[in-house]
Nanobody, 126 residues
């Protein structure tokens, strides 16, 4: 049974930082590209960042480049998202996702991901 479990969310003041983690189990982690998406209240889920199976390539939403950093540790079956310079507009539930087939070929496409975590809430206060 595949599980993706996010952690690290919480309440932070504007300008602060958070590091989210995604622990994967039940899959061969290094054969999956990983990604982070987020969904704010009343909005559609949107792409944040993706990383290739071996971690050699990354891709970010244009609006988040320079503030967010995605990484992975294949030895520990974990993916992470470092978020700096947070603003209230970053408030959302953050989800990690795993893609077996495309290795970032369709990084932003929600329907191309095979597994999803349950999400972790990030709230940024002004």
């Amino acid at each position: 049974q595949v599980q993706l479990v996010e952690s690290g969310g919480g309440l932070v003041q504007a300008g602060g930082s958070l590091r989210l983690s995604c622990a994967a189990s039940g899959l061969t982690f290094n054969t999956y590209a990983m990604a982070w998406f987020r969904q704010a209240p009343g909005k559609e889920r949107e792409f944040v960042a993706a990383i290739s199976r071996q971690g050699s390539s990354t891709y970010y939403a244009d609006s988040l480049k320079g503030r967010f950093t995605i990484a992975r540790d294949n030895a520990k079956n974990t993916a992470s998202l470092r978020m700096d310079g947070l603003t209230p507009e970053d408030t959302a539930v953050y989800y990690c996702a795993a893609d077996r087939r495309y290795d970032m070929g369709f990084a932003t496409a929600i329907d191309k991901y095979d597994y999803w975590g349950q999400g972790t809430q990030v709230t940024v206060s002004s």
